[in-house]
DNA sequence: TTGAAAGCGGTACCAG
DNA sequence: CTGGTACCGCTTTCAA
C-alpha cells in the first residue's frame, strides 16, 4: 500500500480510504489512487484489513462434498444471493467425514467469517462448540432438526423417504428394496422413513435391502440393485437414496432386460436435472436447494445488517414427490405375482 | 489467546509456540495450554497468523465450476494430496466467467495463498498480471498452452476433439455432428479439433453442429441433438462436447426408438463415471483428472519446500479414447446409406 | 525453556 | 478532504 501511496503521491491513509470509502474522498485522487493500483497489480491484504477493521465481509459454507449434485443448486443459489451484495463466500467441503467436518469448521472460524452455513445437522458436539462460541450466526441446512445450533432451514429427509415409499406401497407394490451408498446423516434419515412405512404397512424387508460405504454413485447403483435381484428376482419396485443410484439401477435393469417400470418400479431422491431426461424419466423426491440456500442466506445477510433475526429459527422448506414415468402403479394389488404362479 | 495463557498461566508467546512448534515448550506446559485452548474454543486468528509470520499454509484453487464433475477427481485429488501435508485448500469458482475469474483471483491473492492452481489458460491480461505478480507459483490446468503463465499441467483439448472424430471417421461414419453448451475454451478447443478432422477428411459439416450457451446438463443434450436429427434425418455419429450432453442424447435417441450405436454412434468426454455403466456404455475421451490435480499439487509443494522447480514447466497428461457399447464401426463405408436407399 | 518487545499491513479515530 | 497515530492478534527475534 506505500507503494500506491508513493506513486499516487499521498498517504497510505488516503489510498484505504479511496479504496473502502471512494466518496470521501475527491475526484482527482480517486483516480490517481486507482491508476496506481491498477499500475502496481496492488491487491489489499485481507489479513490485515480483517484485523485492523474487525469485518472480513466473507460468508463461510461448509457441504459435504464440492462435486455431488446435491449440492450444486444450493452453492449456485448462496453465491447468487452473496456475491452482488458484496460479501465473499468460501466454500469448505467436509468430503463426508465429520473429523474433517471438525478441522474445516475450526480453519473456516479462523478466517472470521460474518456467518457460517453449514450443510447438516450432525456436528460432532466439539464441532458444535466451536460454533456456538464462534459468535456469528450459523444456518444448519439440507435437514430439520428440533435442537439446532442457531438457525435452520432445511427439510426432513425421514419423511421424504417415508412418503416415496408409502408412494410405492399406494402404487400397489409390495416387494419394496432400498439400496443406499456413503451411510452419511441424510441417508439414514431416508432410510428410516422407508423402514417406517414399511413397517407400518406390515411388509417385509428382508434381503431387500443393500447398502454400501462407498460414495454414492451410478455404477454403485447397478451393483446395488444387482445385490438384491441376485437375491430375490421377485422385487417388484425399489426406493434409492439418491438419483445416482437410481440412474444405476434403472442401466442395470436395462441390462438384464427386466422393463421399467413395467416390472420394477423405480423413485430417486433429490431430482437431479438428468432425472426429468431420462428415459425413462425417472420419480424422484425433489427437494428445493436453490430455494434453501437463498433462504439462507438472506437470512444471514439480514442478521448483519440489522442484526434482525427471524422470527422462527427453523424453516421447512419441504419436498415434493415429482412422479414420472420410472414408476406404474400396479392396477390390482399382487395380480403380477398371481400370473407368475 | 491472552485468555488462554491466563487460564493455562503463562504467556502469550508461550501459548503461540505450544501451538505452532510444539516441541519447543515442555510437555507440562503443552498439556495445560492444550487443555486451555480446548477449555475455551480457542481457534487462531489466521489473519494475525498471516502477518505476522507470512505463511498461511495455503493454497488457492480456481476452477470453472464447483459442480461440474469434471472437476470432481480433481479437487479431490488436490485435497488427497495437500490435506495431509498440512495445507490448507481453498477453493474458488469462477462459474465460467472472466469477469468473475478476475475478481477471484484478486480476492485469492489478497488471502496470500502459497500457491495458485487455476483451471484453464484462457485467463484475461488483467487476471494475467495479477497471477505473475502474485509472487507464488501459478500452475495452469486442463489445458495445454505455449505460453504458460508460469507452469502447465493439462492436455490438448483440441487434440482430445480431434481424434475422438477422427476415431468415428474411422469407424466408416461420414455424417458426423457435435452438439456442445457453455461455449468456453474448452469447448472452442474440441470443436477446433472436430472441425480440423472434417475438413481433412473432407466431410461437410452444415447442419450437424448444434451448440447453446446454457450450462452443460442431460437436457440440454438431448434437444441439441434433437436440433439436428430435426435438420437431419441421415445423422450417423455424434460428438459431445461432454458425457452429460452424450448421456442426453442417448436417451434422446432412445425415446425418439433410433438405435444406438446400430443406426447413431456417440462419443463423449471426459469418461465421467456414469459413461461407463450407461445402457449402453458410453464411449468417450478420458482425460486422467485425478493425476493432473495430484501432479500439479505435488509440483507446487515442491517448490514452496524446496525451491525446486521442475524440468519441464509443461507437462501434457493426455487422454484416452475409450471405446464401449454407444459407437459401432460400419463395416462398408457407405454401407447404411445404400441399404437405406 | 520461557518472557519481553517489535512489527506484519491495514483501518479508525482524531487533528488540521 | 487529507494526514498522523494507535492498534488489531499473533509470531519472530532477542535476552534472561
Redesign the interface.
Known amino acids: 500500500m506505500a507503494d500506491v501511496a508513493k506513486l499516487a503521491g499521498v498517504s497510505a491513509v488516503t489510498v484505504s480510504r479511496a479504496l473502502r470509502h471512494p466518496r470521501m474522498v475527491s475526484a482527482a485522487l480517486r483516480h490517481r489512487v486507482d491508476a496506481a493500483v491498477s499500475e502496481?497489480?496492488y491487491?489489499?491484504?485481507?489479513?490485515?484489513?480483517?484485523?485492523a477493521s474487525a469485518r472480513t465481509h466473507t460468508i463461510g459454507v461448509i457441504v459435504s462434498s464440492?462435486?455431488n449434485?446435491v449440492?450444486?443448486d444450493y452453492?449456485?443459489a448462496v453465491?447468487d444471493t452473496l456475491l452482488p451484495a458484496g460479501f465473499?463466500v468460501?466454500?469448505?467441503?467436509s468430503?463426508y467425514s465429520l473429523t474433517?467436518e471438525e478441522n474445516v469448521i475450526?480453519?473456516l472460524?479462523?478466517?472470521?467469517p460474518e456467518a457460517i452455513l453449514i450443510a447438516g445437522i450432525d456436528q460432532t458436539p466439539h464441532a458444535r462448540?466451536?460454533l456456538e462460541?464462534s459468535g456469528v450466526p450459523v444456518v444448519q441446512t439440507f435437514e430439520l432438526t428440533d435442537d439446532p445450533i442457531d438457525i435452520n432451514v432445511g427439510l426432513s429427509q425421514r419423511q421424504g423417504g417415508y412418503e416415496a415409499t408409502r408412494f410405492l406401497i399406494a402404487g400397489g407394490h409390495r416387494r419394496i428394496g432400498y439400496i443406499a451408498a456413503r451411510l452419511d446423516a441424510r441417508a439414514h434419515a431416508r432410510m428410516a422413513g422407508y423402514n417406517r412405512a414399511m413397517e407400518e404397512a406390515k411388509l417385509p424387508t428382508d434381503g431387500l435391502v443393500a447398502t454400501t460405504p462407498r460414495p454414492s454413485?451410478?455404477?454403485a447403483g447397478?451393483e446395488l440393485i444387482g445385490t438384491i435381484l441376485d437375491r430375490d428376482a421377485e422385487l417388484e419396485a425399489l426406493f434409492c437414496c439418491d438419483d445416482?443410484l437410481a440412474?444405476?439401477a434403472l442401466?442395470e435393469c436395462?441390462?438384464r432386460g427386466i422393463a421399467v417400470p413395467d416390472r420394477i418400479s423405480i423413485v430417486g431422491f433429490n431430482d437431479l436435472?438428468?432425472a426429468?431426461?431420462?428415459?425413462p424419466p425417472i420419480t424422484s423426491v425433489a427437494t428445493p436447494r436453490y430455494e434453501m440456500g437463498r433462504l439462507a442466506s438472506e437470512i444471514v445477510m439480514k442478521i448483519i445488517e440489522t442484526g434482525e433475526r427471524p422470527d422462527n429459527p427453523r424453516i421447512d422448506v419441504g419436498f415434493a414427490i415429482r412422479e414420472r414415468g420410472s414408476t406404474r402403479a400396479i392396477p390390482q394389488p399382487r395380480a403380477r405375482r398371481a400370473l407368475s404362479e
Open positions: 502496481l497489480a491487491v489489499p491484504d485481507v489479513a490485515a484489513s480483517r484485523l464440492l462435486t449434485g449440492f450444486a452453492l449456485r453465491h465473499q468460501v466454500v469448505f467441503s468430503r474433517e475450526a480453519t472460524i479462523g478466517q472470521h462448540r466451536l462460541r454413485s451410478v455404477s447397478g445416482n440412474l444405476g442401466f436395462q441390462r436435472e438428468f426429468a431426461c431420462a428415459h
